[in-house]
């Protein structure tokens, strides 16, 4: 068999301050795909990271008296602490401070002043500081002098810069997004870049600045640091040593025709990653990503989570009181991939009852607790030979579900692909309560019993499998009240005896309800 690959990255988050719920979505949609691929048997390569470098880091370490590496390495562990709490299973954690990343961006740069597409010049002109790029007239608001892209300040520069010749790629651009209409997740972003940028032209962008030196500096011109753009978006080649001694990596991810290259982003880095980045791509003759994937924003009753606005919410506040899981959850079946989202308190709150309490939770315990009621604990072969006409619905059902949710999550669907998971939790709910197994244990009818205790255990033993990406303590649990031994592997050619004679034995609930009145006072103490 063929060895299958899978590279998929974040955004490198910019250490100015903790991160918030909307960085740990980004993450655990990175994370559910990856653990997903392991499932099935891909070597994948999982890339998170901080983006390290530029003139806020240098402002706010100079405020609070500190150097900007010694600054930088405090939040660095702040941001290692939460994906260690959320269960992030990351391969490699990337900084631009990494001298191996320094190194390739050096190296990128003479690469692209060697060949003209950077060339030395002079900015005048407006400059937005929460972007860390000038800005065109088109991009400013001029009732206040902000940015229309994000609405930061913007203030007024004049200083030499190198420059990189955007537009002589943008028809390159354009005629790439043609040939691969899928290339940006939703077909909504990829219309805004067209429309909004490469059909009015680029100008040609601004990679260096000299007022501050808080960066990678430029071999060929010290007075010059590489800012932002060039810095940060190289990080997706230098963790696989591109450029470096060790390029091993690099060409298994990246040279590798046959690799799956996912990148995740949120959608105000649209710009960035589907402009910017593709053309970067195409200067270094290098292959494309496979598909960039763009979600919308969480929002809250104040508008989008941002640090700007003061109403992030720490995740690791939810995740100590509630669980990995609980939130892992939340963010990927509450929140439809691609669209903005909301989350606030009593959502969240309602939403672990109803889904983790009453739907799955409620589920494992009736039925561990039937069969240990009914069948002295363990669980009872299916007789093939008295199958009833349900039996054979539910057994296409379990096939069906399996099918589905592979299909659906392999094309990057995890919202969607969830949901699949969860009908089939409604409907053996729904089944417990129609087929009375009380009543055929009280008539005495033991094999039409047995046989819906077995369908019932292996339809959560399917479930268990198809959630481990998302609730990755969760399904161990799961299994190991059915007396399996934890697996993230399922065929769709499941032999139903398989789990005959397991004892299961019923531990601690999955999830405990919560008093919603009592948690949102505690919630809203934590968190104002």
Not at 222 to 242: C, E, F, P, Q, R
Request: charged residues 25%; glycine residues 4%; positive net charge.
């Amino acid at each position: 068999m063929m060895a299958k690959y899978f590279y998929i990255t974040t955004p490198i988050y910019y250490p100015s301050n903790i991160l918030h719920l909307g960085h740990a979505y980004t993450t655990t949609i990175a994370d559910v795909l990856a653990r997903y691929k392991r499932s099935q048997g891909y070597q994948v390569f999982f890339l998170t990271g901080s983006d390290e470098h530029g003139q806020k880091i240098a402002k706010a370490a100079s405020a609070k008296k500190l150097t900007p590496k010694k600054f930088v390495d405090e939040i660095v562990l702040e941001f290692k602490d939460l994906w260690k709490k959320l269960k992030i299973d990351y391969d490699y954690f990337i900084r631009t401070t990494d001298e191996s990343h320094i190194s390739t961006v050096q190296k990128i740069f003479t690469k692209l002043l060697n060949q003209g597409d950077i060339y030395l010049g002079k900015y005048e002109g407006w400059y937005c500081v929460s972007d860390e790029e000038f800005v065109t007239e088109t991009q400013i608001n001029k009732s206040n002098n902000t940015c229309k892209i994000c609405g930061g300040e913007l203030i007024n520069l004049s200083e030499d810069s190198y420059f990189f010749k955007m537009n002589h790629y943008s028809n390159k651009l354009l005629d790439y997004y043609q040939e691969h209409p899928n290339f940006i997740f939703p077909e909504s972003r990829k219309n805004e870049m067209v429309n909004n940028f490469l059909k009015p032209g680029l100008t040609d962008l601004s990679v260096t600045r000299t007022s501050f030196s808080w960066g990678i500096p430029v071999l060929e011109n010290k007075k010059h640091t590489i800012y932002v753009w060039i810095d940060a978006l190289s990080n997706y080649l230098s963790a696989l040593g591109y450029l470096q001694t060790n390029d091993k990596k690099f060409k298994t991810f990246w040279e590798n025709k046959d690799c799956e290259i996912v990148q995740l982003l949120g959608k105000e880095i649209t710009r960035f990653h589907a402009i910017y980045w593709p053309i970067l791509l195409m200067s270094l003759k290098l292959r494309q990503p496979t598909q960039l994937l763009v979600h919308g924003w969480i929002t809250n009753d104040q508008g989008k989570m941002s640090k700007s606005k003061g109403n992030v919410i720490d995740p690791r506040i939810l995740i100590n009181r509630y669980g990995s899981d609980a939130l892992r959850c939340f963010l990927i079946k509450e929140i439809q991939f691609g669209a903005d989202g909301k989350y606030n308190h009593e959502m969240f709150l309602k939403f672990f009852n109803a889904y983790l309490v009453n739907d799955l939770g409620n589920l494992l315990s009736r039925v561990t607790t039937m069969i240990i009621k009914y069948n002295d604990s363990k669980i009872p072969s299916f007789n093939n030979k008295e199958i009833k006409p349900y039996h054979d619905h539910l057994i296409f059902d379990f096939r069906a579900t399996i099918a589905d949710f592979q299909t659906t999550i392999e094309k990057y669907q995890v919202t969607n692909a969830v949901n699949i998971v969860w009908a089939l939790i409604d409907k053996l709910n729904k089944l417990i309560d129609e087929t009375k197994p009380w009543d055929l244990f009280k008539n005495q009818q033991t094999i039409q019993l047995n046989n819906l205790l077995n369908l019932f255990a292996n339809g959560l033993f399917i479930i268990s499998v198809l959630l481990s990406p998302v609730l990755v303590d969760s399904f161990v649990k799961i299994q190991h009240q059915l007396g399996i031994k934890a697996t993230t592997k399922i065929d769709l050619d499941f032999n139903l005896n398989d789990l005959a004679n397991n004892e299961v034995n019923k531990s601690e609930l999955l999830f405990k309800r919560l008093d919603v009145e009592q948690e949102l006072k505690y919630l809203n103490q934590m968190t104002k």
